[in-house]
């Protein structure tokens, strides 16, 4: 009989608990990604895993943790820590693990209040207007002027290629945290955006995602169950350009994109 693995979302404390029931091997590891991943799509601060019921045959295959954090280091978002009675068969996962969510909460200390906006679009012509009005009408709530130029440009080259190619209904995103301001499309298309660099000058299109990586700090997706999400961090402008900071990195300098 096929193993299996369920989960419940509790958005009742500080932070999202998601509680996962079953067995996690080598046949739901990829179940148990889709379930982490689809949370973090929604830009929680931080998300706590319960595995207190969670059976692991293989302590190895709690890697499947490690490579989800991993995956989204550069998400926009969320920490990821481990509820469990032990920590031992949890190692492979190489995250914090709290005995209780009550001790992860209080290790993780109280949330920022929270700066969010989302916007369902049909795609449809006047869709990246209206994305625009939405990035503008958030600076300036949030007192952000100076990214209102960036966050439309990114805003309005993620929705398009939505409208142009995914041809499916999207939720704009949009977040800030510390003094970044995160801006993400999540759409039901598996196509995964490439990024091969600047194009040709006669070439008639192709500059999305050229005009996304020349004002963000750093920018990428995530593959969902069903769908993803193409996200973008956008810092307070400084006397350098993005590109000036990401080269300063060396960890960032040849980051996969998109």
Known sequence: MPSEVQYLVDTGGLYP????????????????????????????????????????????????????????????????????????????????????????????????????LSLELEPVVGAARRSRELVTEACGSWELPALVGPACIVVTEMVNNVVAHAQTPMIVLLAVRSDAMAVAVRDRSDAVPQFGGPVPVTALGGRGLLLIDSVADRWGSLRLEIGKVVWAVLQQPDEQTPAQRRHQNAGMVDRARG
Do not use: K, N, Y
């Open 17 to 116: 608990v998601i509680r996962l029931t079953g067995v996690l091997d080598t046949d739901t590891a990829e179940a148990v990604r889709f379930a982490i991943v689809d949370l973090l799509a929604e830009q929680p601060e931080a998300i706590v895993i319960d595995v207190s019921d969670l059976q692991l045959p293989d302590p190895a295959t709690a890697s499947v943790l490690r490579d989800v954090a991993g995956e989204t280091a550069d998400w926009p978002a969320a920490h990821l820590v481990l509820c469990a009675p032990r920590s031992e068969p949890w190692r492979a996962a190489g995250l914090p693990v709290w005995r209780t969510s009550a001790a992860a909460f209080a290790d993780l200390g109280e949330p920022d209040p929270p700066r969010q």
